[in-house]
C-alpha cells in the first residue's frame, strides 16, 4: 500500500538553528501540505504546495518558514531559525484529486 | 473562510455503550468530508471519506453518515480499542487546489 514517509521521526534541536523536516510524498500525487500539531491540541495547517508552488499559507507559515521540492519527489519543510514554540509534530500530507489526504506519521521537533 | 467544528471535544464511553461524534462544517466548494483516526504520537490514520449528502460508509463498528451541513461518525458497542482522537477533515477546491481543512477532534476514551 503507498504511503507518506518522514524523516526524521525525531528531530532535537538548539534555539536559533535551521532545521530542514523531509517527506517523501505518494508517487503519483498532484497536493502536498504541512501540518503541525502542537502536543495536546489540534492540527494545524501550515502550508498548501501545488504545481511546484505555495497555494495557500496560514498565519504559522511566516518568514522563517519555507517549502521546497527539489527533485520532484522529496517535498521539505525548513524552519530557518527555531523557536521553543515550534516544537511540535510536523506531518507532511498528499493527495491526488480523487482520493483522501494521506498522512505521514510525523516528525517530532524539540526545540530546546 | 471554511470552518469544521467538532463536538464533543471529549467522550468517556462504557465498553458497549454505542454513541455518535459530530462534525459540522461551513464551506464552499466541498470535494469530500474525511474521518481520520489518530493515535497519541502517530499520524492521522484515514477512516472513511463521504462525497455528497445521503453517502453513509461502514467499517467494523464505526459507521460514518453525511448530510449537507454535518457528519456524524457513529460507534456501535465500541472497545477499549477504539479509544483515540477523531479527527474531521474536509477538502474543497480553491482556485485550482485542494484545500484541507481539519476540525479540533474529538478525543474519546472507552473504558472496560
Known amino acids: 500500500e503507498p504511503e507518506v514517509t518522514q524523516t526524521p521521526s525525531h528531530q532535537v534541536t538548539q534555539m536559533g538553528q535551521e532545521v530542514i523536516l523531509r517527506c517523501v510524498p505518494i508517487?503519483?500525487?498532484?497536493?502536498f501540505y504541512w501540518y503541525r500539531q502542537i502536543l495536546g491540541q489540534k492540527v494545524e495547517f501550515l502550508v498548501s504546495f501545488y504545481n511546484n508552488e505555495i497555494s495557500e499559507k496560514s498565519e504559522i507559515f511566516d518568514d522563517q518558514f519555507s517549502v521546497e521540492r527539489p527533485d520532484g519527489s522529496n517535498f521539505t519543510l525548513k524552519i530557518r531559525s527555531t523557536k521553543l514554540e515550534d516544537s511540535a509534530m510536523y506531518f507532511c500530507?498528499?493527495?491526488?484529486?480523487?482520493?483522501?489526504?494521506?498522512f505521514g506519521q510525523g516528525t517530532r521537533l524539540t526545540v530546546v | 473562510e471554511d470552518q469544521v467544528t467538532q463536538s464533543p471535544e471529549a467522550l468517556r464511553l462504557q465498553e458497549g455503550e454505542s454513541s455518535s461524534l459530530n462534525c459540522s462544517y461551513t464551506v464552499s466548494g466541498l470535494r469530500g468530508l474525511f474521518w481520520y483516526r489518530q493515535d497519541p504520537g502517530k499520524g492521522p490514520e484515514f477512516l472513511f471519506t463521504l462525497y455528497s449528502a445521503g453517502e453513509e460508509k461502514e467499517k467494523e463498528r464505526l459507521k460514518a453518515t453525511l448530510t449537507k451541513k454535518e457528519s456524524f461518525l457513529h460507534i456501535t458497542a465500541p472497545k477499549p480499542e477504539d479509544s483515540a482522537t477523531y479527527l474531521c477533515a474536509v477538502q474543497a477546491h480553491r482556485g485550482g487546489y485542494q484545500k484541507v481543512t481539519f476540525g479540533t477532534g474529538t478525543k474519546l476514551q472507552v473504558i472496560p
Open positions: 500530507a498528499s493527495l491526488t484529486v480523487n482520493t483522501e489526504a494521506f
Open positions: 508517487s503519483n500525487h498532484l497536493y
